[in-house]
């Protein structure tokens, strides 16, 4: 690595990337489709008649499965520029590679029929940042997703390059798990579990329960809502169990489970009390409130013995 540049010196240099082109002219490998937005709704639980039937669209937050370019890769011609960047920071030592988050808005409903295309460009390259997993700049790009020549969606995605830190991580960062974003959506529900309250968003015009937290009703749109309480008993509809890789505050292999609450919505949290091996689909479970760390609590769901109600 003795010709990259000095950390003094990159910043300026990965910059210069910013606005320039990362995907030009993508194409997405299938259209939009009826079987995939089935699957879709199938894994997810969602039964709105909004995406069945001749109307049909589908749901807003498949924007990105339709870009996906699988193994192949095909439909994402990376350009130049975005190879460039990333092993300008590769030669730098910026070796290891994190996605952070992302953040989408949707225009206008994808339907079956529809082709998108698209067009990414590298929004913002920060300057360099120290993490918990190591030092590094995080790389925003912004995708533009078309339907002849007509935007339907946008969808930012935040990655974080870094150089690893080396040897053991501390203890004392080992439990600091990683923070929950919270944002003007999902604010209230934060604040519920601080009160050690369960709270499910529900419709004041249709009455339909809705989780996670979202801005307006799936069901009939409406932007009006208020909240219930929930009981806390559920059972498992589906899990993973994960060995790898290993994250700060969380000791793998540990049972990552989507909860069927009594009230009929669905959400994803630990599963504890049990090993991981044990846990099973329709196994009843509890809602608990786990402190892991001096500044955050969290909903878990502890297993309950054989035969008992969730």
């Given at each position: 690595?003795?010709?990259?540049?000095?950390?003094?010196?990159?910043?300026?240099?990965?910059?210069?990337?910013?606005?320039?082109?990362?995907?030009?002219?993508?194409?997405?490998?299938?259209?939009?489709?009826?079987?995939?937005?089935?699957?879709?709704?199938?894994?997810?639980?969602?039964?709105?008649?909004?995406?069945?039937?001749?109307?049909?669209i589908a749901p807003p937050t498949m924007l990105q499965a339709w870009?996906?370019?699988?193994?192949?890769?095909?439909?994402?011609?990376?350009?130049?520029?975005?190879?460039?960047?990333?092993?300008?920071?590769?030669?730098?030592?910026?070796?290891?590679?994190?996605?952070?988050?992302?953040?989408?808005?949707?225009?206008?409903?994808?339907?079956?029929?529809?082709?998108?295309?698209?067009?990414?460009?590298?929004?913002?390259?920060?300057?360099?940042?120290?993490?918990?997993?190591?030092?590094?700049?995080?790389?925003?790009?912004?995708?533009?997703?078309?339907?002849?020549?007509?935007?339907?969606?946008?969808?930012?995605?935040?990655?974080?390059?870094?150089?690893?830190?080396?040897?053991?991580?501390?203890?004392?960062?080992?439990?600091?798990?990683?923070?929950?974003?919270?944002?003007?959506?999902?604010?209230?529900?934060?604040?519920?579990?601080?009160?050690?309250?369960?709270?499910?968003?529900?419709?004041?015009?249709?009455?339909?329960?809705?989780?996670?937290?979202?801005?307006?009703?799936?069901?009939?749109?409406?932007p009006e809502w208020s909240t219930v309480e929930a009981s806390g008993?559920?059972?498992?509809?589906?899990?993973?169990?994960?060995?790898?890789?290993?994250?700060?505050?969380?000791?793998?292999?540990?049972?990552?489970?989507?909860?069927?609450?009594?009230?009929?919505?669905?959400?994803?949290?630990?599963?504890?009390?049990?090993?991981?091996?044990?846990?099973?689909?329709?196994?009843?479970?509890?809602?608990?409130?786990?402190?892991?760390?001096?500044?955050?609590?969290?909903?878990?769901?502890?297993?309950?013995?054989?035969?008992?109600?969730?």
């Amino acid at each position: 690595m003795s010709d990259a540049p000095r950390d003094d010196d990159l910043h300026p240099l990965l910059k210069t990337f910013e606005g320039r082109p990362a995907t030009v002219s993508g194409r997405a490998k299938d259209p939009v489709n009826s079987p995939m937005i089935r699957h879709w709704c199938e894994a997810m639980g969602d039964a709105n008649p909004a995406y069945t039937g001749d109307d049909a669209i589908a749901p807003p937050t498949m924007l990105q499965a339709w870009l996906m370019g699988g193994l192949s890769g095909r439909g994402r011609a990376r350009s130049t520029a975005y190879e460039q960047l990333f092993e300008m920071l590769r030669r730098a030592g910026y070796t290891a590679i994190v996605a952070t988050d992302c953040e989408q808005e949707y225009p206008r409903p994808l339907r079956p029929g529809d082709l998108p295309t698209f067009d990414t460009v590298i929004e913002s390259v920060s300057p360099r940042k120290t993490t918990r997993l190591g030092a590094g700049h995080f790389i925003t790009t912004r995708t533009e997703v078309r339907v002849n020549g007509r935007l339907v969606g946008t969808h930012r995605f935040r990655v974080l390059t870094y150089a690893p830190a080396p040897g053991p991580v501390p203890a004392a960062v080992r439990t600091d798990r990683p923070r929950p974003v919270v944002n003007r959506d999902n604010a209230g529900f934060w604040e519920g579990v601080a009160a050690h309250r369960l709270l499910i968003q529900r419709c004041d015009a249709c009455a339909a329960l809705r989780f996670p937290w979202l801005p307006g009703c799936g069901r009939c749109g409406s932007p009006e809502w208020s909240t219930v309480e929930a009981s806390g008993a559920g059972t498992v509809f589906s899990y993973v169990i994960v060995h790898h890789p290993p994250a700060p505050g969380l000791d793998p292999p540990y049972a990552v489970g989507l909860v069927e609450l009594a009230e009929g919505v669905r959400m994803i949290s630990n599963i504890t009390g049990a090993a991981a091996e044990r846990v099973r689909i329709g196994m009843a479970v509890a809602l608990e409130f786990v402190r892991v760390d001096a500044d955050l609590e969290i909903p878990v769901f502890r297993a309950l013995p054989d035969g008992a109600a969730g």
